[in-house]
DNA sequence: TTGACACCTTACTAACCAGTAAGTAAAGTC
DNA sequence: GACTTTACTTACTGGTTAGTAAGGTGTCAA
């Protein structure tokens, strides 16, 4: 039964995975349904069975990277604010470790005016969450005293969230960015 | 001989306009001569009289993009540290407010991966000057005693950087994105 | 007045794109 | 053993892409 849900769903996940590959490196629109057969050894029409339309593939790809980022928030609820911040650092070096890869919700408002609207609804409701747990982070980091920076939480966790969807862009032009970057907000957080 | 110049140059001006304007918008993959052509009036080849090549088209804009910056920073060379920081807020809303474009920067980095090289080295050439603008503000801030923050103007600068590209692309999911962000970055340097 | 040049046009190519229709082989279901 | 479903394939369509070749027209200088 796991043999026969596996198979069943093997080509389905391998054509998200290299999808994703390709969104996060290439961006929607420079990305085919070609890049992903002839990667895959499939045809063409092969895609197209699991996801009709393109979009039915965008859309399944951020849903799948919400329900990814909410199991990432789950895990570490128990975390301190400063851990969070450290795991989310994490998060973002292993975006640039592989391929240069950058942010999705970089990759999602930078192609924002070019996407259908069901791909704009889930980016919206995806970069919702994101900045929500920033700010949360913020927040409780200033309530446990663990964290003392000027302004808001609202404003300091959107702020973590822009540079970091900045920095990841800029790291493709100089390897160092990140490093400089994540010393940064550290060092506004009162961290180091 | 004004009238000659302007005729000889207007048609391969307005084609950069209305590049750019394609550029900052929809990105640099989601752009063809087409729209162009179609939004000019003329004939598509006429825009390959101009630039045989899309990526002569993106070298060109990216160049006159640096010139443009160039002079906004020599514009302002006597104002003070504070003051060169509300113009870059001044020109990121007028950024925003014009068909919600985003920064160069955050456009040719998002899509670094796809450019072709001649492109690639006009956008390493165009984020250090940026990054080093940026930068200079944070120190020239910090001498004067004007700005007070944590961690290097270096950091500071290109955190400031990031954080302006990354809230030009988040500010299409929320157009509060941009006060909220502009705010932040006074209060982390003591403007406020 | 002639020739050169700038600035376009028409007409085309080859490649690629998303998407569809119809057929097929294998596996599961009754 | 017949039927259905799953997961593809082949073969195609219509549209878009960057790019080219050749021709036309007006301007300007000698």
Redesign the pocket.
């Known amino acids: 039964m796991k043999a026969?849900t596996d198979?069943?769903?093997?080509?389905?996940k391998r054509i998200l995975d290299i999808a994703e590959e390709l969104l996060l490196t290439r961006g929607y629109n420079a990305?085919?349904?070609?890049?992903i057969?002839t990667e895959l050894?499939?045809?063409?029409?092969?895609i197209?069975?699991?996801?009709?339309?393109?979009?039915?593939?965008g859309v399944a790809l951020i849903q799948r990277y919400r329900r990814r980022f909410q199991r990432f928030i789950d895990a570490q609820a128990e975390l301190s604010p400063a851990e969070q911040l450290e795991r989310y650092f994490t998060l973002t070096d292993a975006y640039f470790d592989r391929d240069q890869q950058i942010c999705p919700s970089g990759i999602l408002t930078t192609e924002y005016q070019t996407l259908p609207d069901d791909m704009r609804a889930e980016a919206n409701a995806f970069v919702d969450e994101m900045r929500d747990w920033a700010v949360r982070i913020a927040e409780s980091g200033r309530t446990d005293g663990s964290m003392r920076f000027a302004g808001t939480p609202e404003a300091m966790g959107l702020l973590m969230l822009a540079a970091l969807q900045g920095g990841l862009q800029l790291a493709r032009t100089d390897t160092t960015v990140l490093a400089t970057l994540k010393t940064q907000v550290k060092s506004l957080l009162g961290l180091v």
């Not at 198979?7 to 389905?12: A, G, L, N, P, Q």
């Not at 050894?41 to 092969?46: D, E, F, K």
């Not at 197209?48 to 593939?57: A, E, G, S």
């Open positions: 026969e198979s069943r769903t093997d080509t389905r990305f085919s349904y070609q890049h057969s050894g499939v045809r063409n029409a092969a197209h069975y699991h996801f009709p339309k393109k979009n039915d593939l």
